[in-house]
């Protein structure tokens, strides 16, 4: 099995318990699972991975400004290598929300395979939302391990 990636940015701290509770459900099947801001990741952490989740806080209805530089610096030095590698995306927000739109525009160009819907965290991740999460990181390692 490939390891799997979680990016993410936050400020906080509830896009980055999101990411825990992914990387949680993930290590249920998964052997590795590797969990790094975005700011940390590059194109080889992508190049690399079996399967990549990422999350983001909602600012001002687009996602965070590391997560759109994590997309940028990885574009072209994995185009035409990372297509159709499993994706889940996780946005936090306080009520907007629209900042998957934008993610899941980007994961389109990159050609991930998105395997669900974005998982939508209102303020920190709890109850129902930790349940979804971890789902999300299940669904994420057995898909690469099918790939």
């Known amino acids: ?13 509830n896009t980055e318990a999101a990411a825990e509770y992914i990387a949680q459900g993930a290590r249920e099947i998964a052997d590795e699972v590797e969990v790094k801001l975005a700011k940390e990741a590059d194109a080889e952490d992508l190049r690399s991975c079996g399967a990549i989740a990422v999350g983001t806080p909602d600012y001002f209805s687009y996602m965070a400004g590391m997560v759109k530089d994590f997309f940028d610096r990885t574009y072209y030095p994995t185009q035409g ?8 995306i996780f946005v936090t927000h306080g009520g907007g929300g629209r900042a998957k739109d934008s993610i899941q525009s980007i994961c389109d160009s990159f050609e991930f395979d998105v395997l669900t819907g974005p998982v939508m965290i209102k303020n920190s991740p709890e109850g129902e939302n930790v349940v979804s999460l971890k789902d999300a990181g299940r669904k994420l390692a057995r898909a690469c391990d099918e790939n």
Do not use: D, F, N, R
Request: aromatic share 4%; glycine share 10%.
């Open 81 to 88: 290598q990372v297509a159709g590698k499993p994706c889940v």
């Open 1 to 13: 099995m490939s390891k799997i990636l979680v990016i993410y940015h936050t400020l906080s701290g």
